[in-house]
């Protein structure tokens, strides 16, 4: 693959955004899986928190969806992504 090619694939992941299944929060580590209150006492209160919306499950009742903004950190902006409580997704992303 010649560096033209490599270089545009990297740009092209950068502008994305990258997903990942933990977090580091100064010392602390959260994972996919973890509980909002896990998160928060781990890393604090979100710079932004957005109601996206509700899952349109089958059953008794449907979960919340959120994201979380924390940053930017080290040049990064994180997005975590909740649905019922349970962190199910980490992107980061240059703003």
Do not use: H
Not at 7 to 15: E, M, N
Not at 67 to 79: A, F, H, K, Q, V
């Amino acid at each position: 693959m010649s560096r033209w090619a490599i270089g545009a694939l990297l740009g092209v992941i950068a502008q994305t955004g990258l997903a990942a299944d933990s977090m580091r929060c100064g010392g602390n580590l959260v994972s996919v899986g973890d509980r909002a209150f896990e998160v928060e006492s781990k890393c604090g209160a979100p710079r932004q928190r957005d109601l996206v919306g509700f899952t349109d499950g089958y059953s008794r009742a449907d979960l919340k969806i959120e994201e979380w903004i924390y940053g930017p950190s080290n040049g990064m902006l994180y997005i975590l992504g909740f649905e019922g409580n349970r962190l199910i997704r980490i992107e980061s992303r240059r703003p």
